[in-house]
């Protein structure tokens, strides 16, 4: 049985959050429809995963594509990479992908899933903190382009999300802190209790305590899900998920994509937004130095780079994805636990804190 479902009617899907998931040849099997599979991966995950899963689907035809890593790899090139393999080696309609990564694996297959001959079938099996608790869930896909991320992409669901614990052992220590940034992100934006969880146990997250591990990226997917399945199309409430992203994708645009991983860009922008909270009486500033403190437990900054003035920000926050009518948004924390949607936010305030 699965952990969780995401519950968006014909569209819903299973996530599946346990130790040795990648052992389960039934759990692949029951998500593939036709005989075809592409799994779609990188050069760091291939040479971990890849010959396992591709052993537990020896009734499929298996081919393979192997991405270079890195965020920069998120690129309408190698989406047109992915369309060219799935052409050449004559897959159909009935084709599942595998998305065996993280999260830059993740949004490019999910998006080259949902192209492919109009839409193909895809199932997520996320192997770092940042994908797990937070972009392989949702339909979230997507390709970056210079002037912004994911501005290229559509909402396309996975059939299931397969979360084996155990691939967080090979996780780099700094892909692991980038990752905890999305997870103290649900406390801050919705679940004071979580965010209290989250204090008390930094030391045993940190030594990869596997039981507090699986309930931390349980309780994140719920979230998540509960939002998605309210708001799959980010029409309200699931901007909420976007708090400390609209800083964070400009610093990510202007820093060039690779050289701040996307949880520490995000943290950065939490921290941003919980400045611009703060100058707006809208948090107080006890409030904002418990948030500063968890972020920077897991070793996470929690300043803008310092060749970043207003400008900078401002030009590539225009292109967020959230702004109405030319205004700009942004979701800032009234309190540790809530999150509101502002565009309210004058010029000044933003130079004042930035």
């Keep these: 049985m699965p952990t969780l479902n995401l519950d968006l009617g014909a569209r819903s899907y299973p996530i ?7 052992e389960n040849e039934k759990l692949f099997s029951d998500h593939i429809r036709g005989k075809r599979v592409c799994i779609v ?14 052993s537990k689907l020896t009734n499929f035809d298996v081919d393979e594509i192997i991405l270079p890593d890195g965020e920069a790899e998120k690129s309408l090139a190698n989406f047109e990479r992915i369309m060219s393999h799935l052409l050449k080696n004559e897959h159909g309609r009935d084709t599942t992908l595998i998305a065996l990564g993280g999260g830059v694996i993740g949004d490019i297959t999910g998006f080259a899933a949902a192209s492919y001959q109009r839409g193909v079938d895809f199932i997520q099996v996320p192997t770092t903190v940042l994908s797990q608790v937070d972009s392989s869930v ?3 896909t997507a390709v970056n382009h210079p002037l912004g991320k994911n501005m290229i992409g559509a909402f396309y669901q996975p059939k299931a999300v397969i979360i084996d614990i155990d691939s967080l052992v090979t996780l780099p220590v700094r892909e692991f802190n980038a990752g905890m940034a999305e997870v103290i992100k649900y406390g801050i934006l919705g679940d004071y209790d979580f965010f209290v969880w989250l204090e008390n146990n930094i030391s045993s997250i940190k030594a990869g305590d596997k039981t507090l591990l699986a309930e931390m990226i349980e309780r994140c997917c719920q979230c998540k899900a509960d939002i998605v399945a309210n708001d799959e199309t980010e029409a309200g409430v699931r901007a909420l998920l976007n708090l400390g992203h609209t800083f964070g994708h400009a610093i990510e645009a202007e820093q060039g994509y690779g050289n ?7 943290a950065t922008g939490m921290v941003l937004a919980g400045k611009l909270a703060v100058a707006m009486n809208l948090l107080e500033v006890s409030e904002l130095c418990r948030i500063e403190s968890l972020i920077e437990a897991f070793d996470l900054p929690l300043q803008a780079p310092e060749t970043m003035g207003c400008d900078d920000f401002t030009r590539h926050m225009r292109r967020d994805k959230k702004n109405i009518g030319g205004k700009l948004r942004f979701i800032v924390p009234t309190a540790i636990g809530k999150s509101e949607i502002r565009d309210d936010i004058t010029q000044e305030t933003l130079q004042q804190i930035l």
């Design 138 to 140: 949702g339909g979230k």
């Design 260 to 266: 701040w991983l996307h949880g520490e860009a995000v």
């Design 16 to 22: 599946y959050i346990d130790s040795g998931l990648f």
């Design 41 to 54: 991966t990188n050069t760091i995950v291939a040479p971990l995963y890849l010959e396992k899963i591709k």
